[in-house]
């Protein structure tokens, strides 16, 4: 039997939904949920991201507005537009789009923005949230871990008490995913590009989640048909100009028993994660300014 396609479309949806009732209920009290992307220098690939982010926003009647700066812009300067932006009670939610410009990059970006507008889940206020152990999908939890719990949670995919393998480590998904699911009870293995014999792993997994960048990678021979595994595929690749994940789906959709599809998985599911982020990070503000 073919694996299940663990589309985000419906998920989207039914989160939107809420998402407008919740922005409606905002603006009868007077409050517009306000984001600000902040964008330093000219990336095409930054301006296509911040494209997304706008178009979400304005579907669930939020605000979106950017901050343009120059690519040559001083580092006071920058800090400068931060602040302001931090005390702007108009402002709910803050992103620093990356990459930053060279003489930017070695600033701790993400604890820049106060914790109450970081809509990325990156400051260390609200990882901690993580190390502490919370499950509580309302606080500003880092985006693409919260959707994937989303996603998971609409199709009825239940981490606690199974084995997940977590392939990558980095900041943004990797090590804030395993310990997001290692919250939700899962027994997560977290490999990276130093594991030795990543198939011998992946092939006692219930969950499989790949966030490693290499098109796909995991083929067959990572899985055991017997397990019928679920499939998380967070990878972003190009290959021959076309949208791929890490998992080779083609190749795989025999031996496991779901999937999530590039496009139309994972991407987003962050997505409305940070628009998830901006409502619940207005409706705290308008609660502590009363
Ligand atoms: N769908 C979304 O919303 C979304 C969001 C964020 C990122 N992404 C995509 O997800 C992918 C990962 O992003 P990232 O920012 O987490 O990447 P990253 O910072 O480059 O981290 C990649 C991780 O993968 C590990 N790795 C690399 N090659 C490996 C291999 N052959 N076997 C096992 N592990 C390997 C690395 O191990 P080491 O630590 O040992 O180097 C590292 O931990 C990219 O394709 C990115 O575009 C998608």
Same mark, same amino acid.
């Given at each position: 039997?073919?694996?299940?396609?663990?589309?985000?479309?419906?998920?989207?949806?039914?989160?939107?939904?809420?998402?407008?009732?919740?922005?409606?209920?905002?603006?009868?009290?007077?409050?517009?949920?306000?984001?600000?992307?902040?964008?330093?220098?000219?990336?095409?690939?930054?301006?296509?991201?911040?494209?997304?982010?706008?178009?979400?926003?304005?579907?669930?009647?939020?605000?979106?507005?950017?901050?343009?700066?120059?690519?040559?812009?001083?580092?006071?300067?920058?800090?400068?537009?931060?602040?302001?932006?931090?005390?702007?009670?108009?402002?709910?939610?803050?992103?620093?789009?990356?990459?930053?410009?060279?003489?930017?990059?070695?600033?701790?970006?993400?604890?820049?923005?106060?914790?109450?507008?970081?809509?990325?889940?990156?400051?260390?206020?609200?990882?901690?949230?993580?190390?502490?152990?919370?499950?509580?999908?309302?606080?500003?939890?880092?985006?693409?871990?919260? #959707?994937?719990? /989303?996603?998971?949670?609409?199709?009825?995919? =239940? &981490? %606690?008490? !199974?084995?997940? $393998?977590?392939?990558?480590?980095?900041?943004?998904?990797?090590?804030?995913?395993?310990?997001?699911?290692?919250?939700?009870?899962?027994?997560?293995?977290?490999?990276?590009?130093?594991?030795?014999?990543?198939?011998?792993?992946?092939?006692?997994?219930?969950?499989?989640?790949?966030?490693? #960048?290499?098109? /796909?990678?995991?083929?067959?021979?990572?899985? =055991? &048909? %017997?397990? !019928?595994?679920? $499939?998380?595929?967070?990878?972003?690749?190009?290959?021959?100009?076309?949208?791929?994940?890490?998992?080779?789906?083609?190749?795989?959709?025999?031996?496991?028993?779901?999937?999530?599809?590039?496009?139309?998985?994972?991407?987003?599911?962050?997505?409305?994660?940070?628009?998830?982020?901006?409502?619940?990070?207005?409706?705290?503000?308008?609660?502590?300014?009363?």
């Amino acid at each position: 039997m073919t694996a299940k396609i663990l589309s985000a479309a419906p998920v989207v949806a039914q989160i939107k939904k809420g998402l407008i009732t919740r922005c409606e209920a905002l603006k009868k009290q007077g409050v517009v949920p306000s984001m600000c992307v902040v964008l330093v220098g000219n990336s095409p690939a930054s301006m296509s991201y911040i494209r997304n982010k706008k178009r979400m926003c304005e579907e669930v009647g939020a605000h979106f507005t950017l901050l343009h700066l120059p690519e040559d812009i001083e580092t006071s300067e920058f800090l400068r537009e931060i602040e302001k932006l931090n005390k702007d009670p108009a402002i709910h939610g803050i992103i620093i789009q990356l990459p930053v410009s060279k003489q930017l990059k070695d600033l701790p970006l993400p604890n820049l923005i106060s914790p109450v507008k970081d809509i990325d889940g990156f400051h260390g206020i609200n990882t901690q949230n993580l190390y502490s152990g919370s499950t509580d999908l309302s606080l500003l939890l880092p985006c693409t871990p919260k #959707g994937i719990v /989303n996603l998971l949670r609409f199709y009825q995919i =239940d &981490p %606690k008490g !199974k084995t997940i $393998v977590v392939v990558g480590r980095s900041l943004i998904v990797g090590k804030p995913l395993s310990m997001l699911l290692s919250n939700l009870d899962a027994t997560v293995i977290q490999a990276h590009s130093q594991t030795h014999d990543l198939p011998s792993l992946t092939k006692q997994a219930d969950i499989v989640i790949s966030a490693i #960048g290499r098109a /796909n990678f995991f083929d067959q021979s990572y899985f =055991d &048909p %017997k397990r !019928k595994s679920v $499939v998380i595929d967070v990878g972003i690749n190009s290959l021959n100009g076309k949208l791929t994940g890490d998992m080779d789906q083609e190749n795989i959709k025999e031996v496991v028993s779901a999937m999530t599809p590039v496009p139309g998985g994972v991407g987003p599911m962050t997505v409305i994660s940070l628009i998830e982020n901006l409502i619940c990070a207005t409706e705290k503000q308008s609660k502590d300014s009363k």
